[in-house]
């Protein structure tokens, strides 16, 4: 069966802090990969997705960006944080082709920036 | 173009009634619908899921959801609320094939509050 894992689940970083959260899925192959926030009180933004190695869609223009290095892991980075960066950070992946509308998510990541 | 409402805010119920969180839907294409729940600081969980095989669709945990195309609903129903129900769900939409992915539209959540 495929599982999908965040790290780290919770975080605290100064503002102007660099940022590194990782998401790696197991059990599948050439998944798609995406990346949310949900801000407190607030539904899902869409902030990236990859549909393969090295591809990377922007949905929302920001100081975040993404990385897909290998084909099942899905790097989120900024290079100095912002306070309104705060939230919780999902991933999520799905499958290719035909099932590539249905998603499963990871456990997210809390990020605080202070 | 596809948007999806999810009229109500916040559900309070008593444990072991009904429970009803309703969806409506904006779609110019034949959509898949999809409903999430959300545990406090967990990730999405995937209840059901339709795809024109059948209106009526049966997911996890005693929860299930009626497709009306003339009404353009997707309600999430369940006969008999449990304490551990209590969370956030989200109706989801997806019907556009985008660079590859098909990238879904959620609604705002609804918050299932279950009183004992």
């Known amino acids: 069966s495929q599982t999908i894992h965040q790290w780290p689940a919770t975080l605290v970083q100064p503002v102007g802090s660099p940022l590194s959260l990782e998401c790696t899925v197991e059990g599948t192959s050439n998944p798609n990969l995406y990346w949310y926030r949900q801000a407190a009180g607030r539904g899902l933004q869409l902030l990236f997705y990859?549909?393969?190695?090295?591809?990377i869609s922007s949905e929302v223009p920001q100081n975040l960006s993404a990385s897909r290095p290998q084909d099942r892991q899905f790097i989120l980075s900024s290079k100095k944080l912002l306070l309104s960066d705060s939230g919780f950070y999902l991933c999520a992946w799905s499958g290719a082709g035909r099932n590539t509308d249905t998603q499963y998510f990871g456990p997210g990541t809390r990020l605080t920036v202070l | 173009a596809q948007s999806v409402t999810q009229l109500d805010s916040h559900v309070s119920v008593s444990e072991g009634t009904p429970v009803l969180l309703r969806c409506n839907y904006s779609s110019s294409y034949s959509p898949s619908l999809f409903w999430y729940v959300q545990h406090p600081n967990k990730g999405l969980q995937l209840l059901l899921k339709?795809?024109?095989?059948?209106?009526l669709v049966k997911g996890i945990n005693g929860f299930e959801a009626e497709f009306k195309k003339s009404e353009t609903s997707f309600h999430l129903t369940k006969p008999s609320a449990h304490m551990s129900d209590a969370a956030e769900y989200f109706c989801v939409v997806s019907d556009t094939l985008t660079g590859g992915s098909y990238i879904p539209t959620f609604g705002r959540g609804t918050s299932l509050i279950v009183h004992p």
């Open positions: 990859s549909v393969g190695i090295g591809q």
């Open positions: 339709y795809t024109s095989a059948a209106t």
